[in-house]
Nanobody, 126 residues
Framework: VQLQASGGGSVQTGGSLRLSCAAS????????MGWFRQAPGNEREPVAA????????RYADSAKGRFTISRDNAKNTGYLQMNSLKPEDTAVYYC????????????????????WGQGTQVTVSS
């Protein structure tokens, strides 16, 4: 599976962005996609994840109520809609995938993911 992330950019506080992650190869059946981010000087942290088969989602506390993860099975593409962006959301955002259905408790564990995209920069100015 190869992943291509896009949609990053620069916005002001309160703005919105939608990130996309296009997956090549088979994504049917058991499959999970996650979004992670890494700010300068910080460790990579989870943002959200979705289980392809049933659309189950899980969000990090920092994303709850502001971000929405979704997927389009026909397009093999996952999305991260980010609203009410804050300067602390500034980071490189990575999409990741694994060819199995993760249980809820592990969906935000980056060690569970086998395939990673190249990252897309999100910058939120105050």
């Amino acid at each position: 599976v190869q992943l291509q992330a896009s949609g990053g950019g620069s916005v002001q506080t309160g703005g919105s962005l939608r990130l996309s992650c296009a997956a090549s190869g088979r994504t049917s059946g058991s499959y999970c996609m996650g979004w992670f981010r890494q700010a300068p000087g910080n460790e990579r942290e989870p943002v959200a994840a979705i289980r392809w088969s049933d659309g189950s989602t899980r969000y990090a506390d920092s994303a709850k109520g502001r971000f929405t993860i979704s997927r389009d099975n026909a397009k093999n593409t996952g999305y991260l809609q980010m609203n009410s962006l804050k300067p602390e959301d500034t980071a490189v955002y990575y999409c990741a995938a694994v060819k199995r259905g993760l249980i809820f408790s592990t969906m935000l564990d980056e060690l569970e993911y086998d395939f990673w995209g190249q990252g897309t920069q999100v910058t939120v100015s105050s």
